[in-house]
């Protein structure tokens, strides 16, 4: 097939050697190209040429495909006019490419779908811009609303720099018409990514992120250019950071333009910044960066052409799309003066030297008179593909010394605040990681407070009033931990009902300490290797929620972060719970006697008890954990939450049903727990058939080759609570708790018997 493309940069001559690598490729015409796009392979560079024109070549050399590197094109319509007249083009129409070419309109689409940004208003007037300046803080953003060429925002640091700038803009004299129109906008704080997608106007295709390099000079100081270097993946982009930048910036950008009618085809960028907020957009770009293209083009193992041809049929998600597991970085080489004035055709000497894994794509260069000369402010990019950031950033600086010109001017340290880490964060412990865990859960954590908490998250401690204390109050609480159901839920990806399991557990162990138990607040504790935040957070709403049902307070607690400690992939949950009751409730009462029922409450699952020996049993016996079993499956049968019983203690407290004890069967079952309640003298006969066990318990025993005698002690069987009552009041109890069962008797003697 033949291709037209059209641009002169950096971009485009990346864009033409991904493309040349295609077998579908027969022959690339680039339009007006440089002396990189000339001496490529496949390649051949033609004049610059209008948009008519350009229709009319695409007719007469048979161009099965038109490709565009620049904005300025997009926002002048060539692709609504190529489609017109029934030619194949990919890039964005002229309504879509607004969002590039207007920052005005591109504000207002964000609000419009409520992709995070900078707060920001638009203005043509000065005399409106200039009041609207004495109304902020400083510092902040003023940006030329039309195309500048990646040059129009200045980042003035008084309000004298930005009344100057803002009469520069609007008078026309800096930026010309793009600056006839101008956004003042908050400057967000954080570290800045360039993220791209491939799109079709209904799917997406996310790319490796990528950081820019603006300013002139290094250490990121002097005038914006148009980027003196790049690198991807950039290690700042971690898979919670990209989910959250496709799910609330990318998508819901693609999704409005197609609800509004401009369904975007081509490839967008997002500026995005990183702050303590999460995720903002920046800007809007309508086609690949430059000089990202030149790292991302390296790192494409995917042909270029059956992206570009899947993006303009609606089947992007009919396409595989694989990426280098590799490091690439860009050192872009300018000319001296660059970005104000500079000279050019100054004679480039040493491209016929080459570097293993180096690639230079020409960026400002021309051919004359069979030499290559500077065209254009950046002149070349020097860009290495690795196996690590730190080899390719080592071997593109390597090869500069063989390239030169006069005044070539270049930074020292592209892809250096990539490797500027803490040393907490070399250690394997990420602060912002926490911080954005602390974010995603904070509403759901204060959702359970009320007036009586003084102090929780985010503070040094937590602070509850004590008030309405009973006449002889005492502090109950209790601490423990989820345990190995943690790893079954992290490797079957289901996180929500271990944070139900850690609140229930711990309120049913302080509701056998006595009657009228208020529970007052919980305190969580979750840690792993590598924080995931949104893990966490999942977690932490999962305790939120059986913390509202109980009344009890989350006051937060403490998510650590420990490579070493704990294994790739695996978490701690653990928990204490307080709460307060009477003195005169505290259980065993001292009218527990011979005769007194044992009342059981059926357990929904093992709670957080025996998953040592599940995940044995699984695991020997290869059992499916998606197989049925009794109306669900294995899996969800294993997950189901610790159920809480504080409700139907309650139901019995309200009707005066004398509670004697109460038992909750945890680890090491009926066995061990309920003779914890006894005093010397007194133990309990328990009828094994006055139950039903679950199925469940069935096949881990059949499966597992597992004696009754441990099964009895490892697991509930099915029982989750034991509540001892006179034998009075046991038909009572029953009918006001119909899913309830007499499981025995309390008896004269030591020891547990079974009958």
């Not at 570290?191 to 002139?216: N, T, Y």
């Not at 997002?270 to 000089?291: I, S, W, Y």
């Not at 390239?403 to 990539?418: E, G, P, Q, T």
Request: hydrophobic residues 40%; aromatic residues 6%.
């Amino acid at each position: 097939m033949n291709i037209l493309l059209i641009g002169a940069g950096g971009r485009e001559h990346a864009l033409a050697w991904k493309l040349a690598h295609s077998p579908k490729v027969k022959h690339i015409f680039v339009s007006p190209g440089n002396a990189g796009t000339a001496l490529e392979d496949k390649c051949e560079t033609i004049p610059f040429i209008s948009i008519d024109q350009s229709i009319n070549f695409a007719k007469v050399n048979a161009i099965d495909l038109t490709v565009i590197g620049p904005e300025t094109p997009l926002a002048e319509g060539i692709v609504d006019q190529f489609q017109a007249a029934g030619l194949r083009i990919w890039g964005p129409s002229q309504q879509a490419a607004q969002l590039e070419a207007s920052k005005a309109f591109s504000k207002d689409f964000m609000l419009r779908w409520h992709i995070p940004t900078a707060k920001a208003a638009s203005f043509k007037d000065l005399t409106e811009a200039l009041a609207y300046l004495k109304t902020l803080s400083y510092p902040i953003v003023i940006k030329a609303s039309g195309l500048a060429a990646g040059k129009g925002v200045v980042l003035p640091e008084s309000l004298a720099e930005a009344e100057a700038t803002l009469k520069d803009m609007l008078s026309g004299e800096r930026f010309g018409q793009a600056g006839r129109e101008v956004v003042i906008e908050e400057r967000l704080e954080g570290e800045e990514l360039s993220v791209f997608a491939f799109s079709d106007g209904k799917h997406i295709a996310m790319m490796p992120a990528c950081q820019d390099h603006k300013r002139i000079f290094d250490g990121d100081k002097g005038p914006n250019t148009g980027g003196m270097g790049a690198y991807a993946p950039a290690p700042l982009a971690t898979h919670e950071v990209l989910k959250a930048v496709e799910q609330e910036i990318i998508r819901p950008a693609i999704q409005g333009l197609k609800a509004e009618g401009m369904p975007y085809i081509g490839v967008l960028f997002a500026g995005v910044m990183l702050t303590q907020d999460g995720p903002k957009n920046l800007e809007f770009n309508c086609r690949f960066g430059d000089p990202e293209t030149q790292v991302l083009m390296p790192l494409l193992e995917t042909d270029l052409v059956d992206i570009l041809l899947a993006s303009t049929e609606g089947r992007l998600n009919e396409l595989s799309i694989n990426w280098h597991k590799a490091s690439a970085v860009t050192v872009v080489l300018a000319s001296g003066g660059y970005p104000e004035s500079y000279e050019i055709d100054k004679l480039i000497s040493g491209l016929d030297k080459s570097s293993t894994g180096v690639k230079v794509f020409h960026a400002g260069t021309k051919l004359k008179n069979e030499q290559i000369l500077s065209s254009g402010g950046r002149v070349l990019n020097v860009t290495a593909l690795e196996d690590t950031l730190e080899r390719a950033v080592h071997n593109a600086y390597q090869h500069i010394p063989h390239l030169s010109f006069d005044k070539l001017h270049y930074r020292h340290d592209i892809a250096a605040k990539a490797f500027k880490k803490s040393a907490y964060e070399r250690s394997g412990v990420s602060i912002d990681r926490g911080n954005l865990a602390v974010k995603l859960m904070k509403d759901a954590v204060t959702s359970t407070h009320h007036d009586k908490v003084l102090a929780g998250v985010g503070a040094f401690g937590g602070l509850f009033a004590l008030e309405d204390l009973p006449q002889q109050p005492v502090l109950v609480a209790s601490t423990d931990g989820v345990g190995t159901k943690v790893k079954l839920a992290c490797e079957l990806g289901s996180y929500r009902s271990l944070g139900h399991d850690i609140v229930n557990h711990c309120l049913n162990d302080i509701a056998c300490s006595g009657g009228g138990l208020k529970p007052l607040f919980f305190l969580d504790y979750v840690a792993s290797s590598k924080l995931n935040a949104e893990v966490v957070a999942e977690i932490v709403i999962g305790m939120t929620g059986a913390c509202k049902a109980a009344g009890c307070a989350l006051l937060g607690g403490e998510t650590a972060e420990m490579p070493g400690v704990y294994a790739e992939g695996s978490l701690d949950i653990v928990g204490t719970i307080v709460g307060l009751i009477d003195k005169g409730q505290i259980y065993p009462k001292a009218s527990l006697k011979a005769g007194d029922k044992l009342l059981a409450l059926p357990s929904d699952s093992p709670h957080t008890n025996g998953y040592s020996l599940i995940r044995q049993i699984i695991r020997e016996a290869k059992l499916d954990l998606a197989q049925d079993l009794a109306g669900q499956t294995l899996a969800d049968a294993l997950l189901e939450p610790h159920r809480s019983y504080l409700a139907e203690l309650g139901q019995l407290e309200q009707a005066s049903i004398n509670i004697q004890a109460l038992a909750h069967i945890t680890g090491g079952g009926i066995v061990e727990n309920l003779p914890r309640i006894f005093p010397d003298g007194l133990t309990a006969v328990i009828k094994k058939d006055s139950w039903q066990i679950p199925p469940l318990y069935q096949l881990l025993q059949e499966k597992g080759q597992v004696s009754e005698q441990e099964m009895y002690r490892v697991f509930n069987m099915g029982v989750g609570i034991i509540i001892v009552i006179p034998q009075e009041q046991l038909a009572k109890a029953q009918s006001l708790l119909p899913e309830s069962f007499c499981i025995g008797e309390v008896i004269s003697g030591n020891g547990l018997l079974w009958r």
